[in-house]
């Protein structure tokens, strides 16, 4: 049987596809449940509502409220995408913070482990890396990033290789307040199920 894998394959798939059902008994199933906490919990978070579309291949996409003046930007590769939130350059004074969600399989290592903070991102615990650095104009740059493994793990995905996706947050500037603030925003970054 040439074909042997792509039967186990589509197997795998559909046993996947049962196991994220609720029971008979009419109970709510734990992805469910998370799905209903995290709706709620998106109706507490401050600032604008940013939707970020799904990687592909069955992958919810991403929420995340930040400060209302932020504008999403959209770098897609070949098998990532990049969500850049900036202010407008009319709004924002010159190297105001930026921050980046990346999505996909080859995120860069860490820029900076000077400074390790603990925080939350996508409702689990991360660890915050970061640090400073001299920019060409002599200013001081504050640099923050985390990753958030596995968030896709558990979902009905069409791609095995969607469960492995990697979210890599990234934030910089030269107004460290600034920073911290986005850092806090950041925490509000979920999964879409609209």
């Keep these: 049987m040439r074909n042997a894998w792509v039967v186990m394959a589509m197997a795998a798939t559909l046993a996947a596809a049962g196991c994220n059902r609720a029971a008979k008994t009419g109970g709510e199933t734990p992805a469910a449940e998370a799905a209903t906490a995290e709706a709620t919990a998106a109706e507490t978070w401050p600032g604008k509502l940013h939707r970020l579309p799904p990687w592909g291949w069955g992958t919810p996409g991403l929420a995340v409220n930040l400060p209302p003046e932020y504008e999403m930007r959209l770098r ?20 105001s913070a930026t921050l980046c969600v990346y999505v996909g399989h080859q995120p860069r290592d860490v820029k900076t482990e000077a400074i390790t903070q603990p925080g939350r991102v996508a409702g689990k615990d991360v660890t915050w890396y970061g640090g400073t650095w001299q920019n060409e104009k002599g200013r001081t740059v504050y640099h923050v990033e985390t990753y958030v493994d596995n968030l896709f793990r558990g979902w009905n ?5 969607a469960h492995s996706l990697v979210v890599h947050v990234f934030i910089w500037g030269t107004d460290q307040p600034e920073v911290e603030a986005l850092m806090q925003a950041a925490a509000s970054l979920r999964l879409d199920r609209k």
Excluded at 84 to 93: H, I
């Design 76 to 95: 897609s590769g070949e098998d990532n995408i990049v969500f850049m939130f900036e202010r407008p350059p009319e709004l924002a004074p010159p190297e």
């Design 157 to 161: 995905v069409w791609r095995w290789d």
